[in-house]
């Protein structure tokens, strides 16, 4: 979808539950611009949704440069699914 298409997508009503200093920040930002608080919170879900998918896009970036790169001769705990899992169980009991 793009930008023209959602800003000329037909608004409907919803309840958003906020606190009272976030409401405060908000009304203090929009004041600036003129925004009213929809507009402010539209905005605001927007630029989420795109940094969300643009996140998404770059880890299918990174994933997809890694994939062949590896070596498993390297990393004898990787050769079975077995070793795997119990270097895995390993790892994470070095965590807790």
């Known amino acids: 979808m793009t930008l023209y298409q959602i800003q000329n997508d037909p608004k409907i009503r919803t309840q958003v ?7 405060r ?5 929009k004041k600036l611009n003129g925004e009213t ?14 940094s969300e998918d643009q996140e998404k896009v770059e880890l299918e970036r990174l994933a997809n440069s890694l ?3 590896l070596s498993l001769s390297r990393h004898p705990e990787w050769k079975t699914k077995t070793k ?3 270097w895995q169980k390993k790892l994470r009991e070095s965590w807790e």
Do not use: D, F
């Open 17 to 23: 539950v906020l606190t009272a200093s976030i409401k």
């Open 67 to 69: 994939i062949g790169s």
């Open 84 to 86: 795997l899992l119990k």
């Open 25 to 29: 920040m908000i009304q203090a930002k």
């Open 37 to 50: 608080l929809s507009e402010y919170l539209r905005k605001a879900a927007l630029l989420r949704l795109m």
